[in-house]
């Protein structure tokens, strides 16, 4: 899948650039989601690249997406998805991330998304038995304010709804085809910060969930003050396909 703007073009994730989003979502996402800094994963280079593996086993599924700038053929941002069934487990695939981590910080951050989709079932509202996840959404901190971010997630959307009408533009990363099926019916993502949640209010997802992050903890501290600030919130967001 490929979409030409002015100067950025948007492209499904391809093997031969996954090693450079690895590197874009070290430096993008890692070191300044509030997640990441609340648990010290962003003070933690080794702990960052720990995630390389659930970075690599997310891209597996195809449905990732990458703005790459024009002039230089530099990768500005990532929108890293994932495919979902109602009838697989969210714990069973990140732990799989957990078990070779070495930092606590790397843990920390994987916990935290499976207690998140623990908390929620977002197939039942929808009747839906699949559903594409924005997973991170990371742009380079020097390409900011240039609605890159707002771009990715507008494709990744774009992307689903072609795999829901029976259209496969799923982009392998490894040596064998990727099957259509299961096709999501509905589009969700973990938001938990204010940037992320504007693009979700345009791109009109429904909130189907508001945390508030002084009622959630990491080692015995809640995220509301780790983070400075009472009245932050995370939301769990979906938007269905048609």
Do not use: W
Not at 26 to 33: G, M, N, Y
Not at 84 to 95: A, I, L, M
Not at 126 to 144: D, R
Request: aromatic share 8%.
């Amino acid at each position: 899948m490929e979409t030409i703007m002015r100067t950025i073009e948007y492209v499904s994730l391809t093997k031969d650039r996954l090693d450079e989003s690895i590197l874009v979502l070290r430096e993008a996402f890692f070191k300044h989601e509030n997640v990441c800094i609340a648990t010290g994963l962003s003070q933690n280079p080794q702990a960052i690249a720990e995630c390389d593996n659930l970075i690599i086993n997310v891209s597996k599924h195809g449905v990732s997406v990458i703005a790459i700038e024009k002039q230089t053929n530099k990768i500005v941002g990532v929108a890293l998805n994932k495919i979902q069934h109602k009838s697989t487990s969210s714990n069973e695939f990140y732990e799989d991330s957990i078990k070779p981590a070495k930092y606590p910080e790397t843990a920390g951050i994987l916990d935290f998304l499976i207690e998140m989709e623990n908390s929620l079932d977002p197939f039942q509202p929808y009747e839906a038995n699949c559903l594409l996840e924005l997973l991170f959404l990371g742009v380079h901190p020097n390409y900011g304010k240039r609605g890159i971010g707002l771009k990715l997630a507008e494709i990744s959307i774009e992307l689903a709804g072609l795999l829901f009408k029976g259209d496969n533009v799923k982009t392998p990363i490894e040596d064998k085809q990727l099957s259509l099926e299961p096709r999501p019916q509905i589009v969700t993502s973990v938001l938990t910060s204010f940037k992320t949640q504007r693009i979700c209010r345009r791109l009109q997802f429904d909130i189907v969930k508001v945390i508030m992050c002084r009622d959630i903890f990491y080692n015995g501290q809640s995220y509301a003050s780790l983070l400075g600030d009472a009245d932050l919130k995370f939301t769990l967001e979906c938007k269905k396909l048609n």
